[in-house]
């Protein structure tokens, strides 16, 4: 019986092991992930829309067409449901930029009076596009 009992505990062992590495990691979808943040501002709207407009408003960021973060949030209240507070705005930029370009932090940054990182020049590649 004490064989059976091991025999069963290890195959169930293993077969948890096996499931758990199947699912992979908690938060492997960052568009999930940033919708879930959205959320918590009270943002709401389909996931893929909201990450277009994050993925977008990076690329305005990245190549010049939004200089700070005054030119992006004018984009975003463009872009967002009617009604959506400046707060709002400002929280779904740095959400975004968080998510999907980390290295336009300093836009963000400027904002709160903190000294900025040299930005990259205007029309810089997105890490996505760099060979």
């Given at each position: 019986m004490k064989a059976f009992t091991r025999t069963g505990?290890?195959?169930?062992?293993a077969a948890f092991s096996l499931a758990a590495a199947a699912a992979g990691p908690a938060h492997a979808d960052p568009d999930t992930d940033f919708s879930?943040?959205?959320h918590t501002f009270g943002i709401y709207g389909p996931k893929d829309y909201n990450a277009w407009i994050?993925?977008?408003q990076c690329k305005?960021?990245?190549?010049?067409?939004?200089a700070?973060?005054?030119?992006?949030?004018?984009?975003?209240?463009?872009?967002?449901p009617?009604?959506?507070?400046?707060q709002q705005v400002y929280q779904f930029l740095s959400a975004g930029i968080d998510t999907y370009c980390p290295d336009q932090r300093y836009v963000v940054?400027?904002?709160?009076?903190q000294a900025p990182a040299i930005p990259p020049p205007p029309g810089a590649p997105l890490p996505a596009e760099q060979g």
């Amino acid at each position: 019986m004490k064989a059976f009992t091991r025999t069963g505990l290890a195959t169930a062992i293993a077969a948890f092991s096996l499931a758990a590495a199947a699912a992979g990691p908690a938060h492997a979808d960052p568009d999930t992930d940033f919708s879930n943040q959205l959320h918590t501002f009270g943002i709401y709207g389909p996931k893929d829309y909201n990450a277009w407009i994050g993925k977008i408003q990076c690329k305005r960021l990245s190549t010049g067409l939004d200089a700070n973060a005054g030119e992006a949030a004018v984009f975003l209240k463009k872009n967002l449901p009617r009604g959506s507070t400046e707060q709002q705005v400002y929280q779904f930029l740095s959400a975004g930029i968080d998510t999907y370009c980390p290295d336009q932090r300093y836009v963000v940054d400027s904002l709160a009076g903190q000294a900025p990182a040299i930005p990259p020049p205007p029309g810089a590649p997105l890490p996505a596009e760099q060979g």
